[in-house]
């Protein structure tokens, strides 16, 4: 009956991307990233772990759906260090969520820039496999969590149960964060950031001057340059910024409007009255 189950849910995920235009890859991650949340939220109630948030791609598409980026890693904050977080996390892995299990593979690889390790967990529905998802284990302790209801869909149509909050990064922090990589010394693969700060900010969804007194504190913290940073874009951005606006959507998909817009948003930060 098991493989039956999963057998059947395989044809529904096909069934349901197609019926809302959505790329049946995608919408798998996401069934694997809210089971995931399933169980960090089980392993807080339950006391395995005390605190957890998102970040990054992951806490942008839990918020926004499919109006943000897709990303393929699930970015997750745990406390202790890097070895405490393993831990905590083989731990909470060892809860289920509905009919899916997990398993965390053996292999770590250790991110030379930031206190954070990669790993992978393979997701199992039933008997069958899933996926396997990648996940950057990064330290807890940010200033601002948000609790957000996940705006993505099909997993009702799925099915299949969904969480009903998860913890993200507080947004005006994560925006702070995007801006201090995106315009920093090791900005060199950071183009998608712009775009998600001019995601939030077209959302309406942008607080300028709670994002400012972010932003300081964490310009101040990691003292590679100064806020407010120079607003100019480097040139070879501009094809990545071109197709990934298109590709998404947004009112501006040329480069020079990408590139005002962003200076736009910028100044509106770096102006506001910080509280």
């Known amino acids: 009956m098991s493989a039956k189950q999963a057998e059947r849910l395989e044809k529904t995920l096909a069934r349901v991307a197609r019926e809302q235009g959505l790329d049946q890859e995608r919408l798998r991650r996401w069934v694997s990233f809210l ?6 939220e089980q392993a807080l109630e339950r006391g395995v772990i005390d605190t957890y948030y998102l970040k990054g791609g992951v806490a942008m598409e839990l918020r926004f759906a499919r109006a943000a980026r897709t990303t393929k890693d699930f970015d997750l904050g745990l406390e202790g260090n890097r070895q405490e977080r393993l831990r905590r996390l083989e731990d909470l892995l060892r809860l289920e969520f509905d009919a ?6 053996p292999e770590i690889h250790e991110m030379e820039l930031a206190d954070t390790v990669r790993v992978e967990v393979a997701v199992q529905y039933k008997t069958r496999a899933w996926q396997t998802v990648e996940i950057d284990l990064g330290p807890g302790g940010a200033r601002e ?11 009702a ?6 969480t009903p909050h998860v913890r993200c990064l507080g947004l005006n ?3 702070a964060q995007k801006l201090h990589a995106c315009t920093g010394p090791q900005r060199k693969d950071r183009a998608r950031d712009v775009l998600d700060i001019l995601l939030v900010d077209m ?3 942008l607080d300028y001057a709670r994002t400012r007194a972010a932003a300081e504190r964490i310009f101040a ?5 100064d806020f407010p940073p120079a607003a100019t874009l ?9 197709n990934l606006a298109q590709e998404l959507g947004y009112r501006t998909t040329d480069r020079e409007g990408i590139q005002t817009e962003f200076g736009g948003v910028l100044q509106a930060i770096t102006t506001a009255n910080a509280t």
Do not use: N, S
């Open 221 to 225: 913290e990691r003292a590679t340059h």
């Open 157 to 162: 149509e799925m099915g299949l149960p969904i």
């Open 100 to 105: 899916f299990t997990f398993r965390l593979k």
């Open 145 to 155: 969590v948000d609790l957000v209801e996940p705006a993505i869909t099909g997993l």
């Open 203 to 205: 959302l309406g969804q």
């Open 173 to 175: 922090e994560q925006v």
């Open 234 to 242: 480097p040139p070879e951005w501009g094809r990545e910024l071109e």
């Open 35 to 40: 089971a995931l949340c399933g169980v960090l």
